[in-house]
């Protein structure tokens, strides 16, 4: 009667092991019961051993945690792109791409839609990978992650060690877009809007609005906003309701110590320079809180990949 009682439990035992999902190997419990019943502890041993060696399985955290990151850039890629190409289309650049190559200075749809590319790739990546736990997958989208963390370190890097060689290209890449300001309307609002965010006019002050053939004070010129300004350099009246867009016509044919009256006379680069000391925390958090979202995303990926190919060599990693 005791043997079968005994013969009993240990099916039970053997049982609830298999069908309990929320216990891989359930090598503590056996432990146990050998400890109670020392008769049966070379069975449940032999038993236990073979049981260990073929229950490896991947980890549902990490699975649907990865795949809980990714679909959020992926979804914002999506919206990325939607703008982008939304924004092309009301241009009409769709019906001619040929527009974006005749640009002399930069269109903001470009970086949007580039930025979407990348965020749609990799989010699909990461999406399908860890769904159907795709090793490949995983390794593109772990390494592509990879890639762009030390980029943006080693840029970091770079512009802190070359402040000279970063400012004359900015200073080149802000007079480019200044030449080619009334070309595109979304490169225009950027602009208005960094000189405005900024209260800054030209790349180091008002004169540089000469390269641009509309606000060019050369006699050649015939345009209205000759010897001007764009709206976004004027200083602004609380008076106004209504956005004055003529208030910068023709300043630039007074006296140069009347300039500061009407509109913004200090550079938008010396204005970046002295943004940057004020809000280094602010840029700091920033730049670190993307770097642990990265990090976080590599060890996820890094983790799945580990238990799949534990699962597929047949033991536990």
Not at 79 to 89: D, R, T
Not at 180 to 196: A, E, F, H, P
Not at 205 to 234: M, Q, T
Not at 288 to 313: C, M, N, P, Y
Request: glycine letters at 8%.
């Amino acid at each position: 009667m005791l043997g079968a009682q005994r013969s009993s439990s240990r099916s039970s035992l053997s049982r609830w092991c298999t069908v309990t999902p929320f216990c891989s190997d359930c090598s503590a419990l056996k432990f146990v019961w050998g400890l109670l019943h020392p008769s049966t502890h070379g069975a449940a041993s032999r038993k236990m051993h073979y049981y260990r060696y073929s229950s490896a399985e991947v980890s549902c955290w990490y699975k649907y945690l990865l795949f809980s990151y990714n679909i959020v850039f992926w979804l914002a890629g999506v919206v990325f792109l939607g703008v982008g190409l939304w924004a092309w289309s009301e241009k009409g650049v769709l019906s001619d791409l040929t527009k974006v190559t005749r640009m002399h200075g930069i269109d903001p749809v470009v970086l949007v839609l580039m930025v979407g590319v990348v965020m749609f790739t990799l989010g699909f990546a990461g999406c399908v990978g860890a769904l159907r736990e795709n090793i490949c997958l995983l390794k593109f989208f772990c390494g592509a992650i990879v890639l762009i963390f030390f980029l943006e370190l080693a840029v970091a890097v770079l512009a802190f060690l070359f402040q000279d060689w970063v400012r004359d290209r900015f200073r080149e890449f802000f007079e480019s877009n200044i030449r080619s300001y009334r070309d595109d309307i979304d490169l225009q609002n950027l602009i208005d809007s960094l000189q405005k965010a900024n209260q800054c006019c030209g790349a180091y002050g008002p004169e540089d609005w000469d390269l641009n053939v509309y606000f060019n004070c050369s006699g050649a010129s015939y345009s209205r906003e000759k010897c001007g300004v764009p709206f976004s350099c004027c200083v602004p009246d609380p008076a106004q309701k209504v956005v004055n867009t003529q208030c910068g016509y023709d300043v630039r044919t007074q006296l140069k110590g009347k300039w500061e009256e009407s509109i913004f006379t200090k550079g938008c680069i010396p204005a970046l320079e002295g943004w940057l000391p004020r809000n280094i925390y602010i840029v700091a958090g920033v730049f670190i809180a993307i770097s642990l979202l990265q990090i976080f995303g590599i060890f996820l990926a890094r983790t799945l990949i580990s238990d799949i190919e534990a699962v597929k060599a047949g033991h536990h990693f």
